[in-house]
């Protein structure tokens, strides 16, 4: 009888190195998007009271911040994780729905903070 899970767990133990380096590179990553979005976050708040210019400029670590938290979810979990490692195939340890939700949240976030607010202020004069 063929068992998808056991031919997935057979690959996985015969890339153990390469898996354990990718794993250590997604928490390397996920640290640093965290650690830019705090620092963008912090620099957002320093110029929440700026013009709009001085604002838009403060964004900067928030949009390397998602850009990068996008792409560790898309990239590392739904690309990499679901189709090479055919997370899609397991109940147990299919990731692809968590994922989901975070990198939809990290393109919100990068939509919302992409809009101008020196254009707004602009408009507003």
């Excluded at 957002?44 to 949009?63: P, Q, S």
């Excluded at 990239?75 to 994780?81: E, L, R, S």
Aim: charged residues 15%; aromatic residues 14%.
């Amino acid at each position: 009888m063929y068992n998808p899970s056991l031919v997935l767990m057979k690959i996985l133990r015969q890339r153990g190195p390469l898996w354990h380096v990718a794993y250590l590179i997604i928490i390397a990553a996920e640290g640093l998007t965290c650690l830019l979005l705090m620092i963008g976050a912090a620099a957002l708040l320093r110029t929440l009271h700026a013009t709009g210019v001085e604002f838009d400029e403060a964004k900067r670590y928030t949009m390397i911040g998602g850009t990068l938290a996008f792409l560790v979810w898309f990239a590392g979990f739904t690309i990499v994780g679901g189709e090479w490692f055919a997370m899609w195939q397991s109940k147990l340890w299919n990731g692809q729905e968590p994922a989901f939700r975070f990198y939809m949240t990290a393109l919100a976030v990068l939509i919302f903070v992409n809009q101008s607010d020196a254009r707004a202020e602009a408009a507003k004069t």
